[in-house]
């Protein structure tokens, strides 16, 4: 499969568009629409099977009703975009969706399995076998071989009209033998008669087929593919939950000034050179630049950067973040598709349009299986009815018993069994895995590119360090900075007050509170019978009330910057009084999961919207090697990175948690999201560690490479037993006890290889 990055740049003068693909059952179904939209002159197309959406360049002179009719002509259904609607109509119609092909398919699973058990237990069970129990048998079986295989039947037509084979071939011809060869049995042959039963016996003996019926076979193989269908669905379905969730985070009301009052308005009627108002704790509605007002911006959600932006009058504010401080006015300066948060989810949306799928295994075996059973079967037809003398009967036994021992029951159970029991158990481990192609391209992983907030680091700023002046109480110092920070609302001055109250236990009231706009705080803090003047913030505040810092404090707060930390200098009675270091602090087992991901003969890389300086310190404190750091990068910038890497033949895996790396864990061959983190990673990424522990990024990538493994290991198995029982069914000696038996064995083998899963360890 190829992808976005694989497809050459296209010339200014190409137009894009962006198909929406109906019908395909499979990796080569994609295949096959891409070269047939690439057959067209001007035409250069991606097709992706995950979202089953095909974004194709083409010149001027191409009609895109030219596209939808080619992809028409190769037997499936394509359509074109919807056109745009106005901001505040979308969402209401977007809640109920008239068709939902998921939950169409597991209504097939469920009547297929409620039919299905009943026809295998009465086969494998002799006990039940009461009498003309075979016509119950049929009258169960019939709608799951008809109307549950249905999707296999029309993929199957479709393919072959096409000159091309998958699963669904062999699934389709195997299944309808078995249905055919037990209604000839059950209404020509011997089968049908009162009293009939299945036994045990595994001689090997020559038949003409006649008392032999596969009802279990057909109805067993169905219901079992169709699970493995639905999983994958289902996890097909969570493709265009980012983008969603993305477009979720924007203000959906703004308070806009008209002739100098505040009018509250649709963010989507906005309008370039808008003046709108942000008060403290509201998100900014788009992208602007700040008119009047300071005021500190957590832009965390988008940039990466831990620390709040102090911003005033000129500054660019980027829509979706948050006012952490006073009351703004912002003049809108892109507004609409516009915006950093628009472009962002057109990266997210390009990306994972270009991520190349993993062809499913099956249909890789299948494609050369399945021309080889074909031959075989009407070879072992031509031989049997040329050279034997057995009758023609006996050579179309001996010709549809090798097309139904070629599709084992076994088959069904490989990918799904392994899969149910793989993810329930990193589901046990808080690692959740969103489908059978993401452990394939786990395996082929080399390098994990880390963010740092929220990541390796908590995310949260926090009091890391306290340095006090000669003769000063640390108690003290904390006490009285953090009554004065506990009565700001600024992200930094919060993190002080926790910390305070942690080692301290419950603050002074604080009486006269200022904030010096750009400097810090100052107030009076009423401590018991006595109450000092405190002041908390930059150095010049100080300063400006002669309270130079002495050398030590000095030095404390070189070694903070230097360090990348925020270090805020408190000072009261005249004198500068202690330095409180910042900083956003670096989880505990962050250096352990590092030691373990290198024990994979994996490469950490820290990529980070964050100053070089705080990339580096926590770089050499988690055991990254300084020539892995990324620092200073931009939202758009780190999928780019990514992409970067990844033309240097890096296969790249990308952890992170916010907004701003979704992108990223879309453009990486596998996406790892903290499950603490926002639900826009979460959706954009493949893997979710549901603790915020990164130790689960080791135990997630073994877990994904232990269940590939598993699922080779079955599928090898499940082909194995059938392809050595085909020659017995060429000769004629397959009893069909003897092949039921096989059958069941290679199901139970398969299930309880899958089942070996359960017993995966992590690594701490």
């Not at 991606?46 to 030219?66: C, F, L, P, R």
């Not at 469920?110 to 295998?120: G, R, T």
Request: charged share 20%; glycine share 10%; hydrophobic share 50%.
């Amino acid at each position: 499969m190829s992808s976005l990055r694989d497809t050459p740049p296209a010339a200014p003068s190409d137009h894009e568009v962006e198909l929406a693909i109906e019908g395909m059952t499979c990796a080569s179904c994609a295949n096959r629409v891409e070269r047939t939209l690439n057959k067209l002159d001007g035409v250069t197309a991606t097709v992706n099977y995950a979202t089953e959406k095909a974004k194709v360049t083409y010149d001027s002179g191409v009609e895109q009703t030219t596209l939808v009719n080619a992809v028409e002509q190769a037997g499936y259904a394509a359509h074109l975009p919807e056109p745009p609607r106005p901001a505040d109509e979308v969402g209401d119609s977007d809640a109920v969706e008239p068709h939902d092909p998921v939950s169409a398919l597991r209504t097939r699973v469920i009547i297929s399995a409620v039919l299905s058990v009943p026809v295998i237990a009465l086969a494998m069970i002799p006990a039940l076998q009461f009498t003309n129990w075979q016509w119950l048998s049929l009258t169960l079986a019939a709608p799951v071989i008809v109307w549950g295989g249905y999707p296999f039947h029309k993929a199957t037509w479709t393919n072959l009209r096409h000159g091309a084979v998958t699963m669904d071939t062999l699934i389709s011809m195997g299944t309808g033998a078995a249905f055919l060869w037990s209604l000839y049995a059950l209404f020509f042959g011997t089968a049908g008669e009162p009293g009939m039963t299945h036994g045990f016996d595994f001689t090997l003996t020559p038949s003409d087929g006649a008392s032999n019926i596969y009802l279990e076979v057909g109805a067993g193989v169905i219901t079992f593919i169709l699970l493995g269908r639905y999983i994958e669905a289902r996890s097909k379905r969570r493709a265009g939950d980012a983008l969603r969730a993305l477009l979720e985070l924007g203000a959906k009301e703004v308070s806009v000034l008209r002739d100098g009052r505040e009018e509250r308005i649709n963010v989507g009627a906005l309008t370039v050179g808008d003046r709108f108002v942000v008060r403290p704790g509201e998100k900014i509605a788009t992208d602007g630049t700040i008119v009047e007002g300071t005021s500190a911006v957590d832009a965390s959600m988008v940039t990466g950067e831990s620390v709040p932006v102090e911003t005033g009058p000129g500054d660019a504010v980027v829509g979706a973040t948050v006012n952490a401080g006073g009351r703004l006015v912002i003049e809108a300066t892109r507004v609409g598709s516009d915006t950093q948060l628009a472009q962002m989810a057109t990266l997210v949306e390009d990306a994972q349009n270009g991520k190349a799928q993993a062809q499913r295994l099956a249909d890789t075996i299948s494609s050369i299986f399945v021309p080889i059973v074909i031959v075989l079967a009407l070879a072992t037809f031509g031989v049997w009815a040329i050279v034997g003398d057995a009758g023609i009967a006996a050579a179309f036994t001996a010709a549809v018993a090798v097309l139904i021992i070629a599709c084992p029951c076994a088959l069904g159970l490989a990918t799904p069994t392994a899969l149910m029991v793989g993810t329930g158990r990193g589901a046990q481990l808080g690692i959740l895995i969103k489908g059978p192609e993401v452990l394939e391209t786990s395996r082929r992983i080399d390098t994990v590119v880390l963010d740092k907030t929220g990541t390796v680091t908590s995310g949260q700023m926090t009091l890391v360090d306290v340095i006090t002046a000669d003769g000063v109480d640390e108690i003290e110092l904390l006490r009285l900075a953090g009554a004065l920070e506990d009565a700001s609302e600024h992200p930094i001055a919060q993190a002080i007050a926790r910390g305070a109250v942690t080692r301290v236990g419950e603050l002074p009231p604080v009486d006269d509170f200022t904030n010096v706009a750009g400097l810090g705080v100052q107030g009076t803090v009423v401590d018991g019978d006595s109450s000092r003047a405190v002041l908390a913030g930059r150095p010049r505040l100080l300063a400006d009330w002669s309270q130079p810092l002495p050398q030590n404090l000095e030095t404390a707060m070189d070694a903070a910057a230097a360090a990348g930390q925020t270090a805020v200098a408190v000072g009261w009675d005249g004198a500068a009084r202690g330095v409180l270091v910042v900083a956003d602090a670096i989880k505990p087992t962050s250096a352990e999961a590092i030691a373990q991901l290198r024990a994979l003969s994996l490469t950490p890389v820290l990529l980070t919207g964050d100053s070089t300086a705080v990339a580096h310190s926590v770089a050499a404190t988690v055991g990254i090697d300084g020539e892995n750091v990324i620092a200073e990068v931009m939202p758009a910038d780190k999928a780019a990175v990514i992409t970067r890497l990844q033309g240097e033949g890096a296969r790249v895996a990308m952890v992170g948690d916010g907004v701003n790396d979704a992108a990223a864990l879309a453009t990486a061959d596998l996406g790892l999201a903290m499950g603490t983190g926002t639900d826009v990673a979460i959706e954009a990424s493949d893997i979710t560690l549901v603790r915020g522990d990164l130790r689960a990024v080791a135990d997630a990538i073994r877990l994904s490479r232990r269940t590939l493994g598993t699922i080779k290991g079955n599928l090898f198995w499940a082909f194995a037993y059938n392809v050595a029982a085909i020659p017995l069914a060429a000769v004629g000696l397959l009893n069909p006890m003897f092949a039921g038996a096989a059958m069941a064995f290679s199901s139970v083998f398969v299930v309880s290889n899958s089942l070996r899963l359960r017993r995966f360890r992590p690594l701490s």
